[in-house]
């Protein structure tokens, strides 16, 4: 691994090769002119994170029905609470597959999944939590432990898995957890 640091006002460069993450330094910089060595500055230490070396784990999954098209309220609410969804690389609102049965009621439903953080956050404090379903390309991230995915189609089994994100990187996934969407 290769660190370079920069002094604040731009001038002076440094570069540090053979450097491990996962471990502690203290950097000392001095200045030397033909007059000798000038005083030694300490850095703070340093701590060189990875991405979470474990997996967050399901702890548990709830399903949340959601209404027809009219009034359907809980998808943007959800949105707010720091969710986004993202399907093949591109936010979107819905994922598309609702409809409302004859007699008015919806086919669709949403699960909430709480997860635990990983034993191992590599150094570095998670940011952020993605969780991935399939069938379909279902892909939501969120900042707390709770993530919602709405858009699942009542009758069918998803495949949930969840990683956890920090400054460095996004981690392993968890193991895969199979959830059968109530009719």
């Not at 359907?72 to 986004?84: A, D, P």
Request: charged share 25%; with cysteine.
């Amino acid at each position: 691994m290769v660190v370079c640091l920069r002094e604040e006002d731009g001038y002076g460069w440094a570069v540090f090769r053979g450097l491990e993450r996962s471990r502690w330094y203290v950097f000392k910089v001095y200045a030397e002119a033909v007059g000798g060595r000038g005083m030694a500055s300490t850095s703070e230490p340093i701590f060189l994170a990875t991405a979470p070396n474990g997996a967050p784990s399901v702890r548990e999954v709830l399903v949340e029905e959601q209404e027809g098209r009219e009034g359907q309220g809980g998808v943007e609410e959800i949105m707010e609470e720091e969710t986004e969804m993202v399907k093949g690389g591109e936010e979107v609102e819905e994922e598309g597959q609702e409809g409302v049965e004859e007699g008015g009621e919806s086919n669709v439903s949403s699960v909430r999944v709480i997860v635990d953080e990983p034993t191992d956050d590599g150094g570095a404090p998670i940011t952020s939590y993605v969780l991935t379903a399939k069938p379909g390309s279902f892909k939501v991230e969120s900042q707390t432990t709770t993530l919602l995915l709405p858009g699942l189609v009542k009758g069918k089994s998803y495949k949930i898995s969840v990683a956890a994100k920090n400054a460095v990187g996004q981690g392993p996934f968890s193991r895969v957890v199979s959830h059968d969407v109530a009719l």
